[in-house]
């Protein structure tokens, strides 16, 4: 072995000119991943003398080889994976050969912890999915490899591990690579190569065995050598996710991030999704000092000649080549959470750098999934958001189209998916981008635009306050618009009736309605009842950041029955509405408001008054 270990150190050119190859492997527990990715590293030259006189010391500590070095001890670094014989965290090892450098990541094979391998899947160019010789394909088997395929991995090396225990029968070998190839002809796999090996005994990993001569086909190593490395970040569009406005003074504000794809030049056009607005390139910023250009991976601050509303989440692309701005899209998931999906629970979606709401319909379980969605299971899903995003196809940008999602009330990443296609809409549509922007409406003006949104129960005092807000501003030159819950169902919202779907659908296009008038650069008093703590934060989410104020009219219950100006707690005490907020269906209050009212010890001009001390302290209006 020493002698091969020298041949292959002598093969090694200079590590810039070989290419990388980024590889999990996964199977079901006790199928080998660990002891074949040590014997990888072993037969490989990769394990110094220090490694490998400790591998001698917990091998005779912790090993399950008898005599023998057991190499799963080299990754499972973690005492608990060492103490139940298990990976159970994602180690990732690097190694090279002649001909190419490898990352592998070393996944879990326990079904508790299938959420960490298909972590490991991100970013890889292939898989080596174990099979243990002596028990076949299995459910496991299948569930990887389904995960494998859904984020984009498309080349396969299924590694029939074990081999030696069953007598290297051909026969067996062959059974278990045409069950395999059976199932797998149903996944977006462009190759799947079958090869029978021994971690154990180093049999067909990285040297050929007499005892597999029957075997034409290649070691582990060659078909890893062979595997085609397809990288085509560069010929994508360009997309640059922006993760941080930078703005250290009032001279300078550019844009950081990761290009994603494509490259940029200094002086090209481009345009912010999902909002349309156009700008020049005008410096490329890094550490080392401005550059003429980047592209996929670099990190960079982009500085634009134009001042145009940029935020973090958003998207930079070309004129030419822009993604889509949708609402609606189809996906599939991989659910990772312990509690099953249910439609009435709230998520958050992380995709391409932004976070919102998002409304999930499970469309099927895929092949494999019980009823329902749970622990590790697949399904396709349509996915809607209150507001449009800059969207890509996973299968065209997974930059882009992989996402989280988040369980609203524990935090905990409850799926992972990737975005199939846009629904309900043209990806050819685009928002036009205005001519005359926000700023320049506020300095004709003389003060900002914005959404100050009052919510509270029916009877609260919201629109008497509304009013009492308008005649103040009005005698102030201050441009407004009253936006009254009536007084749109009389109109705009006319066909809306008050189950929970039609009054988040009231609250969204009143919260449209009312940006169109912030971009315009007028304050918009919105008198709302809106119910929902989601859809008054997915109005919030489609405004800019500083230009909306939820102000909460806070009033307990019996004051707004005692009150009762409409006779709406009356009527629907004697049921003739059945879903009145406070009495037929709930009421969220806000958690973290702008400002409270409470109109028991404030009376509406007093209250108005409040707003307007707030309006001049968040410099909307200058003080009066």
């Not at 145009?308 to 692309?317: F, P």
Request: hydrophobic share 40%; net charge negative; proline share 5%.
């Amino acid at each position: 072995m020493d002698g091969e270990v020298v041949a292959l150190s002598r093969l090694v050119p200079d590590p810039a000119a070989r290419d990388h190859l980024r590889f999990l492997t996964c199977g079901s527990v006790d199928d080998g991943k660990s002891t074949l990715i040590g014997r990888l590293l072993h037969d490989t030259g990769q394990v110094a003398d220090d490694q490998l006189a400790t591998l001698e010391r917990d091998s005779r500590r912790f090993g399950t080889a008898g005599d023998q070095l057991d190499f799963a001890l080299l990754l499972d670094g973690l005492e608990a994976e060492r103490e139940q014989g298990i990976t159970i965290d994602v180690a990732h090892r690097y190694f090279s050969t002649g001909r190419r450098n490898f990352i592998v990541a070393d996944t879990p094979g326990h079904e508790q912890y299938t959420r960490n391998m298909a972590t490991g899947a991100s970013g890889c160019d292939a898989a080596v999915i174990l099979v243990d010789a002596t028990r076949g394909v299995t459910a496991q088997t299948e569930r990887h490899s389904r995960i494998v395929s859904l984020f984009g991995i498309r080349h396969v090396i299924l590694a029939v591990n074990k081999i030696d225990l069953v007598g290297y029968d051909r026969q067996v070998f062959e059974t278990i690579a045409s069950d395999y190839a059976a199932f797998a002809a149903g996944l977006a796999f462009r190759s799947v190569t079958a090869v029978p090996i021994s971690a154990r005994e180093g049999d067909n990993v990285v040297r050929r065995a007499p005892r597999l001569s029957w075997f034409e086909g290649p070691t582990l190593i060659d078909a890893l050598e062979n595997l085609p490395v397809e990288d085509n970040r560069l010929s994508r569009p360009f997309r640059f996710l922006v993760q941080y406005v930078n703005r250290p003074d009032h001279s300078f504000r550019g844009y950081a991030g990761t290009v994603a794809s494509g490259r940029v030049r200094a002086g090209d056009q481009i345009v912010v999704s999902p909002s349309g607005k156009a700008a020049t390139v005008s410096r490329i910023v890094t550490w080392e000092g401005d550059r003429t250009s980047a592209e996929a991976g670099d990190a960079v601050t982009l500085v634009l000649k134009e001042e145009v509303d940029v935020a973090r989440g958003d998207v930079l692309a070309l004129p030419h080549a822009r993604p889509a701005s949708v609402e609606r899209f189809s996906a599939s998931l991989l659910w990772m959470d312990d509690r099953p999906f249910t439609p009435d629970r709230a998520y958050r979606i992380r995709i391409g750098g932004r976070t919102s709401p998002v409304k999930v319909v499970l469309a099927e379980a895929e092949a494999g999934a019980a009823a329902g969605l749970g622990l590790n299971e697949i399904a396709a899903a349509d996915l809607t958001l209150p507001s449009p995003i800059a969207f890509d196809p996973f299968a065209d940008d997974p930059a882009m189209g992989g996402f989280v999602l988040i369980d609203r009330e524990t935090g905990a990443v409850a799926a992972a998916g990737v975005a199939r296609k846009a629904l309900g809409q043209a990806g050819h549509i685009y928002p036009t981008a205005e001519a005359v922007s926000r700023r320049d409406r506020s300095r004709l003006n003389g003060h900002e635009g914005g959404a100050i949104w009052l919510t509270g129960l029916p009877g609260s005092g919201k629109s008497t306050i509304a009013t009492a807000l308008e005649r103040k501003l009005h005698a102030r030159d201050i441009r407004t618009v009253l936006l009254d819950g009536d007084n749109l169902r009389h109109g705009l919202n006319r066909d809306l009736g008050f189950s929970p779907e039609d009054r988040a659908e009231n609250v969204r296009r009143a919260g449209e309605v009312a940006r169109l008038f912030v971009e315009g650069g007028v304050i918009s008093l919105c008198a709302f009842v809106s119910p929902s703590v989601a859809a008054r934060q997915a109005v919030r989410e489609r405004l800019p950041a500083n230009g909306f104020l939820e102000v909460f009219v806070d009033a307990p219950l019996d004051a707004c029955r005692a009150r009762d100006p409409k006779g709406l707690y009356a009527r629907a005490d004697a049921g003739v509405i059945a879903d009145l907020t406070g009495v037929g269906s709930s009421y969220e209050p806000p958690s973290d408001p702008d400002l409270v009212l409470d109109t028991l010890a404030l009376d509406p001009e007093t209250a108005a008054d409040r707003i307007v001390a707030l309006l001049e302290s968040r410099r909307w209006i200058p003080a009066g």
